[in-house]
C-alpha cells in the first residue's frame, strides 16, 4: 500500500474516533438531574444499610463509623493490616460485614455494596484523593 494511502486512512479512522469520542462525552442538563437523582437514591439506600445490621447479630456499622466517619474511602486502594494486603474500599466493608457484623460477604457489584460504598463516599465529598494513606 501507497505511504499516502496509508496516512490518508489513518487521518480518516483518527478523525472518525475522535468525532465519535466528542459526540459521546455530550449530555443535558436532564440526563445530569437525572443521574443525580439515581446517585442520590443510591446514597440513601446506603445510609439505610449503614445504620441496620448486615450481619446475624445486632451490630451496624455506624456503631463503630458514626455518620461514616473514620472510613476514609479516599484512601483506597491500600495496604490494609487486617487482610494483610492491598484491598479496596469493596473489599474492607466485606471485611467488617463478615467479621463485627458477622454476615455475609457482598459480592462487589452486588447493589447493597454499591449503596455503602455510595453513602461511605458521599460523605466525605471535597475530601481529597490519597490513595495509599494511612
Sequence with gaps: MPKILRIIILTIVSLTFAASAAVCDEFTKDDLKQWNAQFMSSVKEGEKLFHSSLGRN?????????????????????????????????????????????????????????????????????????????
Design 58 to 134: 445486632t451490630v451496624s456499622c455506624d456503631m463503630c463509623h458514626p455518620n461514616a466517619a473514620n472510613t476514609h474511602p479516599e484512601t483506597y486502594p491500600k495496604f490494609q493490616k487486617q487482610l494483610g494486603k492491598v484491598i479496596t474500599l469493596g473489599d474492607m466493608i466485606n471485611w467488617c460485614i463478615i467479621n463485627p457484623l458477622e454476615g455475609d460477604k457482598l459480592d462487589l457489584d452486588d447493589p447493597k455494596m454499591i449503596a455503602l460504598e455510595a453513602y461511605i463516599t458521599y460523605e466525605r465529598r471535597g475530601v481529597k484523593l490519597a490513595p495509599g494513606k494511612h
